[in-house]
T-cell receptor
Framework: TQLLEQSPQFLSIQEGENLTVYCNSSSVFSSLQWYRQEPGEGPVLLVTVVTGGEVKKLKRLTFQFGDARKDSSLHITAAQPGDTGLYLCAGARTGTASKLTFGTGTRLQVTL | NAGVTQTPKFRILKIGQSMTLQCTQDMNHNYMYWYRQDPGMGLKLIYY???????DKGEVPNGYNVSRSTTEDFPLRLELAAPSQTSVYFCASSFPHLGAGGYTFGSGTRLTVV
């Protein structure tokens, strides 16, 4: 059973376009993280959100944690080729120490 | 800082062979984890450890074993390799509270069992 579903699975866009990636679950998470992974490398942490309704911005990336702490979104404004990669959301459920459950991933390709 | 170091980067095993995937971290993280990543399936937790001498099973532990004799090292042992264990394996480490920085991952070991 996959606790975290991401959509879309694949996204191919041109430079300058905006996009949103969604991460949904029926479970409540105490915190949620977003990672980006490039080919041949491990995932790298982008952001951690812990409060329901929280919004964090990282340059052109905006992350939001749902009010009920069951879902999250990642919005990229004016995408650039350097944004290309696999985006993973990951949630920590209450009482599970720091064990993360990872989403299925969204593969983003940004072309010139 | 080196962060999390995994060796080897690539390995081909024959069915029934055994091997150990090495993982070491130099960030003094208490927690360490092993995940496997299959195409289109995200990352699945194999084993984790909250400190030296303490390990516990994750979501997919069958066919694997771990040990944690020091804070720095967390090797993953595959006994009697099977084709279903063909995957990319990632080791990660963290502090107990994820708000302190999340996971730091190694660059992975790509294992093929033939």
């Amino acid at each position: 059973t996959q606790l975290l579903e991401q959509s879309p699975q694949f996204l191919s866009i041109q430079e300058g376009e905006n996009l949103t990636v969604y991460c949904n679950s029926s479970s409540v998470f105490s915190s949620l993280q977003w990672y980006r992974q490039e080919p041949g490398e491990g995932p790298v942490l982008l952001v951690t959100v812990v409060t329901g309704g929280e919004v964090k911005k990282l340059k052109r990336l905006t992350f939001q944690f749902g009010d009920a702490r069951k879902d999250s979104s990642l919005h990229i404004t004016a995408a650039q080729p350097g944004d290309t990669g696999l985006y993973l959301c990951a949630g920590a459920r209450t009482g599970t120490a720091s064990k993360l459950t990872f989403g299925t991933g969204t593969r983003l390709q940004v072309t010139l | 800082n080196a962060g999390v170091t995994q060796t080897p980067k690539f390995r081909i095993l024959k069915i029934g062979q055994s091997m150990t995937l090495q993982c070491t971290q130099d960030m003094n993280h208490n927690y360490m984890y092993w995940y496997r990543q299959d195409p289109g399936m995200g990352l699945k937790l194999i084993y984790y450890s909250v400190g030296a001498g303490i390990t516990d099973k994750g979501e997919v532990p069958n066919g694997y074993n771990v040990s944690r004799s020091t804070t720095e090292d967390f090797p993953l042992r595959l006994e009697l390799a099977a084709p279903s264990q063909t995957s990319v394996y990632f080791c990660a480490s963290s502090f107990p509270h994820l708000g302190a920085g999340g996971y730091t991952f190694g660059s992975g070991t790509r294992l093929t069992v033939v």
